[in-house]
Nanobody
């Protein structure tokens, strides 16, 4: 069973940056589709980005040009680099290994 541990969340000012990390246990990391989703207070889950085993990436329109997803198969880790953050990015961010979800990390954008 794959287990995911996210880190890197926190409080950041508008316009700032954060990098989220998600490290997975298990042997299927390099072949897995990895993704990030988020849930803002009082809202439903929103898909943010995904990266396939061949490196192809996709993004939600709301983050395109500001967020970058990447993976390091040697470290079993997927990253989400978030730049130009604004208050609408405030949410709990979850990483996914296929359909398996991590515990989430809080990102708060506020001055």
């Amino acid at each position: 069973q794959v287990q995911l541990v996210e880190s890197g969340g926190g409080l950041v000012q508008p316009g700032g940056s954060l990098r989220l990390s998600c490290t997975a246990s298990g042997r299927t990391f390099s072949s897995a589709r990895l993704s990030w989703a988020r849930q803002a207070p009082g809202k439903g889950l929103e898909w943010v980005s995904e990266i396939y085993s061949d490196g192809i990436t996709t993004y939600a329109d709301s983050v395109k040009g500001r967020f970058t997803i990447s993976r390091d198969n040697a470290k079993n880790t997927v990253y989400l680099q978030m730049n130009s953050l604004n208050s609408e990015d405030t949410a709990v961010y979850y990483c996914y290994h296929g359909s398996i979800r991590g515990q989430g990390t809080q990102v708060t954008v506020s001055s």
